[in-house]
């Protein structure tokens, strides 16, 4: 007989040994940006998100059935308007295979509580307007700002 209940999802921080699953899920993040890095990039920042550095970004990880199904990246930054450091939340993916099974509220959750855990009384992140489906979630765990993004070109 088969077990009606939905597998759990398992978040942790990222392992050295999750590079390739991790690899996978990162490219699959870009590719839906259509953004695509050489490889030397992927090692910076796979051995950035393994190391001890504060200033760096940080990662979990979900998994599903013992397959990392999602990611995010994150970092502790300084903020002109607080005395605390505040937190970006700067990559997020679930496999699309996946989605829908909580992977994402999962990994924004544990940064939530990483944040509460390092006394960040924020977490803001950034959403292109198109990603409807992800702005679904935003939507109910977050508050959308008035906000709007300039870069260098």
Sequence with gaps: ?????????????????????WGALWQGYLAFYETELDEA??????????????????CFVAERDGVLAG??????HRHAWKVEQVCYLQDLFA????????????LIEAV?????????????W???????TA????????TQTPFIRYQRP
Excluded at 71 to 76: A, D, I
Excluded at 95 to 106: D, E, S, T, V
Excluded at 126 to 132: A, I, P, R, V
Excluded at 136 to 142: C, H, K, N, V
Aim: net charge negative; aromatic share 10%.
């Design 112 to 124: 939530y509580a990483e944040a509460d855990r390092q006394g960040a009384p924020s977490v803001y």
């Design 71 to 76: 990611l995010t990246h994150y970092l502790f």
């Design 41 to 58: 990039v992927y090692d910076s920042t796979f051995a950035r998100l393994l190391g001890d550095d504060p200033q760096d970004f940080s």
């Design 135 to 142: 702005r679904a979630l935003y939507d109910r765990i977050g």
């Design 1 to 21: 007989m088969t077990d009606p209940r939905p597998t759990p999802v398992v978040v942790r921080p990222l392992r050295a040994d999750d590079r390739a699953a």
């Design 95 to 106: 496999a699309p295979h996946l989605r829908g099974l909580g992977i994402g509220r999962a």
């Design 126 to 132: 950034l959403t292109q307007e198109f990603n409807h």
